[in-house]
């Protein structure tokens, strides 16, 4: 019997979680967190250290992913719906054109809901999604029941009706825990894994593969299965930084914006919550091992690249703030590895990496790693020289933003230094990352940093010259001017 010829292109993995912090690898001394299969790929493979998501939370941030582009040029500055994906090049598309064989497990956060975006095949979750799940003006085909494979196959494996919001918990409860309801067997996260592994079996063994598992946890609900709530929920949690700058007063009274949450939670609230967001990670974890091991069992796991990173992250209490789309380190700093198994790309083992990456990188990187030409629009840059420990030339900063009401951001960071501007008041802020990691200290009023803050705040100046919403005009940052979530170049519903 003749061999099926292995292809001769690497298998790519591009793992994603939602919502997880860049510090809570227990790689990088996390106090509590315990995520061993993650740090096993760090010690194997390349972890980049200042890794950023230039628009911290889910349509923006994998606006970046799916097309390799900037903010200003995929146009997503913000969180709306409903603003369809008319990209001319986007990463499976690509790599489907080049005779990959393409699968997406999980969260895509698209629109419409069931575009392909280039993949052979999406098996769906995306988690609670709001504006397919009103009852009214909604077409059939965006429905909920329509759109959502995992909820199908929930409803038949239990054996009786079950919905996402079963338990009482909302999708942006980030203080609001407890354990899953179901079988652990049944949870989203054990699903997007067995789906994957599926694939794995079924896919055409002549062609590479490019798979993305993308995760929904931990974004809330927090509601790990009760044997890793157990491992977590009595131990004491760190105390979240509050910095210098804080307003307590005003986080006494709270501001539960649909964006971000800001109030002071102290108490067993803040535990639990810390608990079960911790306690996710760790699912995931174990998780994401019995997907390597699947790949293993199919006889591709050295064959195969692995990228593992997160589009967010989550607040989690700092400075009293929860959930996403702000700039500090919690909401904008994302985990990110590089795996190679088989060392088949020259990948400097067990190696660090601080040069300052977003996640507009993953798309040269894994056409790169494919000897897949990378389209002109992208604007992102391949990490494969950076892993190989060579010294390329490289960017200085990156460039972050978010629209979040009066809070709407502008951030510049290296990696040692950040210098954030809040667009609707002019208030600015800049942090030693390097001496405060935390960022308690703003020094953005010492007449030691001014020097510094003004550097900073030119290359602001210069990312914003000219944007339609006229925050600069190349010689100061104009506070006030209205936000737009969609720049205008990619429209709106």
């Known amino acids: 019997m003749k061999m099926q010829k292995k292809p001769n292109k690497p298998n790519l993995l591009l793992i994603t979680v939602d919502q997880m912090r860049g510090d809570c690898l227990s790689a990088l001394g996390h106090p509590v967190v315990e995520t061993p299969n993650l740090d096993a790929l760090a010690h194997r493979g390349v972890l980049f250290r200042n890794a950023y998501s230039a628009t911290p939370s889910c349509i923006p941030a994998r606006a970046a992913i799916f097309t390799g582009m900037s903010q200003r040029s995929h146009g997503r500055v913000g969180y709306q719906d409903r603003v369809p994906w008319t990209y001319e090049h986007m990463l499976p598309e690509e790599l489907a054109k080049a005779g990959y064989h393409t699968q997406c497990v999980g969260k895509m956060h698209v629109y419409p809901t069931r575009n392909l975006c280039g993949f052979h095949n999406v098996v769906l979750h995306d988690g609670y999604m709001h504006y397919n799940r009103y009852k009214h003006g909604v077409a059939a085909a965006e429905h909920f029941d329509a759109c959502d494979d995992y909820l199908r196959d929930l409803k038949r494996q239990a054996g009786f009706d079950q919905d996402l919001l079963d338990s009482g918990m909302d999708c942006n409860a980030s203080t609001v825990a407890r354990p899953w309801h179901l079988a652990e067997s049944l949870h989203p996260t054990n699903w997007a894994v067995t789906e994957s592994i599926d694939f794995l079996r079924r896919r055409d063994p002549s062609k590479p593969f490019f798979l993305w598992t993308s995760f929904v946890r931990p974004h809330p609900p927090f509601d790990p299965p009760q044997v890793y709530f157990d491992m977590y929920k009595d131990l004491e949690m760190p105390a979240p930084p509050v910095g210098d700058w804080v307003d307590e007063e005003s986080a006494m009274h709270g501001d539960p914006s649909p964006v971000t949450a800001f109030r002071k939670l102290e108490g067993r609230r803040l535990s639990r919550a810390q608990a079960a967001y911790y306690a996710l990670i760790t699912h995931l974890d174990d998780q994401i091992g019995r997907l390597l091991n ?185 506070a006030g001017r209205t936000p737009r979530p969609v720049l205008a170049h990619i429209g709106q519903h």
């Open 294 to 478: 699947g790949l293993n069992e199919h006889g591709v796991l050295n064959d195969t690249l692995i990228l593992f990173t997160s589009d967010h992250g989550e607040l989690m209490g700092d400075h009293h703030y929860f959930r996403k789309s702000l700039p500090y380190e919690g909401s904008a700093k994302v985990p990110f590895l590089l795996y190679d198994p088989g060392a088949n790309l020259g990948l400097q083992r067990g190696t660090t990496v601080d040069r300052v990456v977003e996640l507009r990188d993953i798309m040269p990187t894994l056409l790169e790693a494919a000897g897949v030409p990378i389209p002109e629009s992208v604007e992102g840059a391949s990490l494969l020289p950076l892993a190989q420990g060579q010294a390329p030339a490289w960017r200085e900063y990156v460039h972050g933003e978010h629209t979040a009401g009066p809070l709407s951001n502008h951030y510049i960071t290296d990696g040692r230094t950040k210098y954030i501007w809040f667009s609707q008041t002019g208030r600015e802020q800049l942090f030693d990352l390097t001496a405060d990691p935390q960022e308690c200290a703003d020094l953005s009023g010492s007449a030691e940093h001014a020097s510094l803050r003004e550097a900073f705040r030119a290359r602001l100046i210069e990312e914003l010259q000219d944007r339609e919403e006229g925050y600069s005009h190349g010689t100061e940052l104009i």
